[in-house]
């Protein structure tokens, strides 16, 4: 699925930025996945897991 990045994805990327120190491109990502009702987001950075406004599952713990 692609979103466009507006105004609500932008202002909650700037805050998941600011409050847990991610990079922008994170930030966005995570963003975008909150805005459109995500349950998880899916990743191989183990760094993401103290994002805690969703389920941070990481790929290798999986397998």
């Known amino acids: 699925m692609l979103i466009d990045i507006d105004t609500e994805v932008a202002e909650r990327a700037a805050w998941l930025r600011a ?3 991610l990079r922008t ?5 995570i963003s ?15 760094e993401l897991r103290r994002v805690t406004e969703t389920r941070i599952l990481i790929v290798d713990e999986l397998l």
């Not at 491109?25 to 990502?29: E, I, K």
């Open 19 to 21: 409050n847990y120190r």
């Open 25 to 29: 491109p994170d930030a966005l990502q």
């Open 32 to 46: 975008a996945a909150l805005t459109t009702g995500c349950q998880a987001f899916l990743t191989n950075d183990k």
